[in-house]
Every structure is written in structure tokens, then in C-alpha cells.
């Protein structure tokens, strides 16, 4: 391919759950020309085990991938499961080239903006009531083509995680946000009910 190939794997299988087997994966797929890999720190059980265990239930075995790195230091690797802080991803970056955050970013959004401000300590966290906002213009956009406000909002649930009035804001959000003329003005009656500072 003439594009840029990046894979997404796990560090093992099922029984396959060893260092060199991993190593020889990458070995095969680097060899076609794959020069990024994200790597999941868990093995994938496949016989047994739902997806969402299979998110959470594996051990998570940071050393194996940061071994992939060390003997393959020409290769972009990208570490991702479990790690939900600045600190966890402080350590990372010490063994890795990139983190990647799923789980995590999404349950708590605003978390985006703490890793920014703390790479760059010139970037000003906005305040989470801006950050909705912001959104307005584009979900007006989207209900014009048809899309339903819940269907946007839930992704947005945890923007005032750990901010007092985030319950709030979530009930208001769950219990409005699917009715069918449901509009902006929810998104602002809900971020209204936070009544704090919502800049850390």
C-alpha cells in the first residue's frame, strides 16, 4: 500500500501468551513495512470471556511492551490499556514512543485537557461550560440532518466528572436529551445545574 500502515494488537492470545510470540508477530508484520504499532497490554482470551471482560480481566503486562520497544527501538510503539492518569502516562512515555487512551478519555473527557495543559504549560484549560459551547454550533448542525440529541450527548456525559454538579448534569442529560423535540437548551439547562468552578 502506497498509505502509511498502522496495527492495533494485543500482546498475546489465549495460550500464545508470550514475549517472543509477540516479537514474532511484529517481526512478520515490520517485515511487510508496518512501522507503528499500538499495543494493548493485555492478551485477548477468546474461548470464554465476553469483550467487556476482556477489557478489564487480563492481566496487564506494561514490561512486555516496553521490552517490544527496547529491542525494536526503530519502531513507533504505542502503549494502551488501564492507564487513566498524567502520572501513568508520564511513566510510559518513559519506556514508549505514545500512549493511548480509550476507557478513560472517554468516561472522562476532560482529562484531554489536563494532559495538554501539563505538556504545555501555556495552554489554558478551558472552562467545561465553554466546551459546551462550543459543541452547540455543531450539534444544531447535526439535528438539521436528522440525528437525535441523545445520540451526541452520551458521548459528552462525562465532561463535569469529578466536579460537584456533575450528577446533575448527567440526570438532566439522560432524562431529556432522548425526548423527541429535544434541543440545545438542554445541553445549557444541564450545564446551568453546575454551579461551580468548572476550570480544574
Same mark, same amino acid.
Given at each position: 500500500?502506497?498509505?502509511?500502515?498502522?496495527?492495533?494488537?494485543?500482546?498475546?492470545?489465549?495460550?500464545?501468551?508470550?514475549?517472543?510470540?509477540?516479537?514474532?508477530?511484529?517481526?512478520?508484520?515490520?517485515?511487510?513495512?508496518?512501522?507503528? &504499532?499500538?499495543?494493548?497490554? /493485555?492478551?485477548?482470551?477468546?474461548?470464554? $470471556?465476553? @469483550?467487556?471482560?476482556?477489557?478489564? #480481566?487480563?492481566?496487564?503486562?506494561?514490561?512486555?511492551?516496553?521490552?517490544?520497544?527496547?529491542?525494536?527501538?526503530?519502531?513507533?510503539?504505542?502503549?494502551?490499556?488501564?492507564?487513566?492518569?498524567?502520572?501513568?502516562?508520564?511513566?510510559?512515555?518513559?519506556?514508549?514512543?505514545?500512549?493511548?487512551?480509550?476507557?478513560?478519555?472517554?468516561?472522562?473527557?476532560y482529562?484531554?485537557?489536563?494532559?495538554?495543559?501539563?505538556?504545555?504549560?501555556? &495552554?489554558?484549560?478551558?472552562? /467545561?461550560?465553554?466546551?459546551?459551547?462550543? $459543541?452547540? @454550533?455543531?450539534?444544531e448542525?447535526? #439535528?438539521?440532518?436528522?440525528?437525535?440529541?441523545?445520540?451526541?450527548?452520551?458521548?459528552?456525559?462525562?465532561?463535569?466528572?469529578?466536579?460537584?454538579?456533575?450528577?446533575?448534569?448527567?440526570?438532566h442529560?439522560?432524562?431529556?436529551?432522548?425526548r423527541?423535540?429535544?434541543?440545545?437548551?438542554?445541553?445549557?439547562?444541564a450545564?446551568?445545574?453546575?454551579?461551580?468552578?468548572?476550570?480544574?
Amino acid at each position: 500500500a502506497d498509505l502509511p500502515i498502522t496495527v492495533k494488537s494485543r500482546i498475546g492470545i489465549d495460550d500464545l501468551d508470550s514475549y517472543d510470540f509477540l516479537e514474532e508477530f511484529v517481526d512478520t508484520v515490520a517485515a511487510a513495512g508496518c512501522k507503528t &504499532f499500538i499495543v494493548h497490554a /493485555r492478551i485477548a482470551i477468546l474461548g470464554g $470471556m465476553s @469483550p467487556k471482560e476482556n477489557r478489564a #480481566l487480563p492481566p496487564l503486562n506494561y514490561d512486555r511492551v516496553y521490552r517490544l520497544k527496547e529491542k525494536h527501538p526503530a519502531l513507533e510503539i504505542i502503549i494502551n490499556g488501564g492507564i487513566a492518569d498524567i502520572d501513568q502516562v508520564e511513566e510510559a512515555l518513559q519506556h514508549v514512543d505514545g500512549v493511548m487512551i480509550g476507557r478513560r478519555a472517554y468516561h472522562h473527557p476532560y482529562m484531554l485537557a489536563e494532559l495538554e495543559q501539563h505538556f504545555d504549560p501555556d &495552554f489554558v484549560l478551558p472552562d /467545561r461550560r465553554d466546551v459546551v459551547e462550543q $459543541m452547540l @454550533p455543531y450539534i444544531e448542525a447535526q #439535528l438539521q440532518q436528522g440525528l437525535k440529541l441523545g445520540s451526541i450527548t452520551r458521548h459528552m456525559l462525562g465532561l463535569f466528572q469529578g466536579v460537584p454538579g456533575a450528577r446533575a448534569w448527567r440526570r438532566h442529560l439522560s432524562e431529556r436529551a432522548h425526548r423527541p423535540a429535544a434541543g440545545p437548551e438542554v445541553l445549557r439547562d444541564a450545564a446551568a445545574l453546575v454551579d461551580c468552578d468548572t476550570t480544574g
